[in-house]
């Protein structure tokens, strides 16, 4: 019952394998945290990597992601909320007048794997929403998606909220979507820009740290 055997399960996307794995680690008394570390997100660390590179597409990645979930789920009642690694707090959605979320979906899920705390909002989100949650959560970092070039400008919006609430310095602002470019992110004042899930995951390690 190795770390190393979980976190291949993980890789492999076998949600009734970490399961096992994971409640017998428990029963062995090994520690949670490790379990969490060591083993789940060690697995999610091998699975962005190859996702990036194309040895693995999103279906693949978004059953990953869900064994790790629910590895997670068992192993939560064993560790206090306060314990619980946090890399930080992100707010993710998608810009009001546009309904896509499965780039959004898989960038929430992947940040959540690599430890951070994600605030999913879901879909069409104002400015004024999106401004709420980062107070409310004390979010480290706001991550809009746009998939229409028609609503792109709603992160222009967004941005200037910020900056007229006077928050830019408590939250940094990434951005991402198939119409989204670095050049238009710039444009906007974004902090950053990623081109896919896994970028997101090492932006917001970058902008964190």
Same mark, same amino acid.
């Given at each position: 019952m190795s770390f190393e055997t979980l976190s291949q399960s993980v890789v492999a996307g076998n949600e009734s394998q970490v399961k096992e794995t994971v409640k017998s680690m428990l029963t062995a008394g090994v520690n949670p945290l490790e379990i969490i570390q060591k083993g789940l997100i060690a697995g999610m660390n091998i699975v962005g990597p190859l996702f990036k590179a194309g040895d693995m597409y999103v279906p693949e990645v978004l059953m990953s992601a869900k064994s790790m979930a629910a590895g997670i789920e068992i192993v939560k009642p064993n560790i206090s909320d306060a314990d619980m690694p946090s890399e930080g707090t992100i707010v993710v959605g998608t810009v009001k007048g546009d309904l896509h979320d499965i780039g959004k979906n898989l960038v929430g899920?992947?940040?959540?794997?690599?430890?951070? /705390?994600?605030?999913? *909002?879901?879909?069409?989100?104002?400015?004024?929403?999106? %401004?709420? =949650?980062? +107070?409310?959560? /004390?979010?480290?970092? *706001?991550?809009?998606?746009?998939?229409?070039?028609?609503? %792109?400008? =709603?992160? +222009?919006?967004?941005?200037?909220?910020?900056?007229?609430?006077?928050?830019?310095?408590?939250?940094?602002?990434?951005?991402?979507?198939?119409?989204?470019?670095?050049?238009?992110?710039?444009?906007?004042?974004?902090?950053?820009?990623?081109?896919?899930?896994a970028t997101a995951v090492e932006l917001c390690r970058t902008l964190i740290a």
């Open positions: 899920m992947m940040l959540e794997s690599a430890g951070f /705390k994600v605030i999913d *909002l879901g879909v069409d989100i104002s400015a004024e929403k999106f %401004m709420t =949650a980062v +107070k409310e959560h /004390k979010a480290n970092i *706001l991550a809009m998606s746009a998939l229409l070039t028609t609503t %792109m400008l =709603a992160m +222009k919006d967004t941005i200037e909220l910020i900056k007229e609430e006077g928050m830019q310095s408590n939250v940094k602002v990434i951005v991402g979507g198939a119409p989204v470019s670095q050049e238009f992110a710039n444009q906007i004042g974004a902090d950053g820009f990623a081109v896919d899930a």
